[in-house]
């Protein structure tokens, strides 16, 4: 990929300036550490079209490349900016689009929110709308289920049901505005589709609230991982989410992490490895402790690898890595000593290419001494 980046943009504006639009309908829905890009991009834009590279925004912001074009794809699809590439499919480009652009884009997406054609809700996630399943109102993805997007007459039987209807207020009262159709949707879906308790949404809310992550968005996937676990009490969720900030926080100090939230996607791994991979947390921070001695500098990537191996590899105690060591270092041992082996023999070989005779040299010398 090129080093140098043209930033530019097809508003008129060339100041530093942050629309209302973007903080009233993006800002609070996106995760911190993508916004701070995005207001960087706005920022670099007082200087119209200087070049800069993505690693140059990676260390500024102590994130891996990865982790800057997560958010550059992100804001993308969000009709927030353009990225251009070249015909190496390199990024030459961004191009920072009006938001209202992107408001109009949504608009035109949810407008078609319900087919009644075939009697399919539509989800609308990320920007993208997809056909639901006709009889649950529900599409499973591989990730996460979608959000359904009811129609009037299920909101209208929905806000008829007491329990619902106060879910919905005090969920406006705890974010302090009124809730988007959208936000309501996601809010009956919690309690429609996961069966979330009563008690554990109010719990789930003002956890995520006291976490300083008041987007719904945030809180869904809160709620589907709630779901996931099983959780059923308020006293589940304290336990699962106790366990949760302390996998954070030792695997975070593990890398030498202490200035700094962990990202969404730096999360997602940890999530990873105690829930996929089930690895104890002893196992998680031998790993991150390897990467820090063989890469100087925190890398999720790298420790991925590592947990990755022995995953693979049925690990599941500090014996079974002693295991794995001892075999590696074996194999390396052979490997050297064939190596080894094979270097001496090319070595002696060099003085044997040439045909040997077969002469008797006491005979030869006798000969000699006669004549």
């Known amino acids: 990929m090129p080093e140098d980046v043209t930033l530019h943009t097809n508003s008129p504006k060339q100041v530093t300036v942050v629309s209302n639009t973007f903080i009233d309908n993006f800002m609070s829905q996106a995760n911190g550490e993508y916004v701070k890009i995005y ?64 408001i109009q884009k949504d608009a035109e997406i949810i407008s078609g929110a319900f087919d009644t054609s075939n009697n399919a809700a539509i989800a609308v996630s990320d920007g993208s709308v997809k056909k639901l399943n006709a009889s649950t109102g529900l599409e499973t993805s591989k990730d996460e289920p ?12 929905f806000q008829s049901d007491p329990v619902i209807a106060e879910l919905l207020m005090i969920t406006e009262m705890y974010l302090g505005h009124p809730l988007s159709s959208n936000d309501a949707h996601t809010v009956i879906f919690w309690y429609d589709e996961l069966k979330l308790k009563p008690d554990v949404i109010d719990y789930l809310i003002t956890y995520c609230l ?14 589907i991982s709630f779901h996931e676990d099983g959780i059923q009490s308020v006293e589940e969720a304290k336990a699962r989410n106790n366990m949760h900030s302390k996998n954070y926080f030792t695997v975070a100090k593990s890398l030498g992490i202490t200035n700094r939230s962990l990202i969404q996607s730096e999360q997602e791994l940890i999530e990873k490895w105690t829930k996929i ?23 999720f990537e790298y420790t991925d690898t590592i947990l990755k191996s022995w995953h693979e590899n049925h690990v599941q105690t500090m014996d079974d890595v002693a295991r794995l060591d001892a075999e590696h270092n074996k194999n390396k041992f052979a490997s050297n000593m064939k190596k ?32």
């Open 210 to 223: 006291e976490k300083k992550h008041n987007s719904i968005r945030y809180m869904n996937k809160v709620a």
């Open 39 to 102: 207001l960087y991009l706005l920022r670099c834009l007082s200087h119209s079209g200087q070049s800069f590279s993505v690693s140059e925004m990676a260390d500024r912001f102590d994130h891996t490349e990865k982790d800057i074009k997560r958010a550059l794809h992100y804001w993308q699809e969000h009709n927030l900016l353009r990225l251009e590439y070249n015909n190496a499919q390199e990024l030459t480009g961004i191009c920072l689009l009006d938001p209202e652009h992107a």
């Open 277 to 299: 991979y089930k690895l104890p947390l002893d196992i998680i921070t031998e790993a991150c402790r390897r990467t820090i001695a063989r890469t100087n500098q925190p890398s």
């Open 146 to 157: 979608n959000i359904p997007v009811y129609s009037r007459a299920q909101m209208d039987a």
């Open 340 to 371: 080894a082996s094979t270097n001496n023999n090319a070595s002696t070989n060099r003085f044997h290419n040439f045909e040997e005779r077969d002469n008797d040299y006491d005979e030869l010398e006798k000969k000699l001494l006669g004549n």
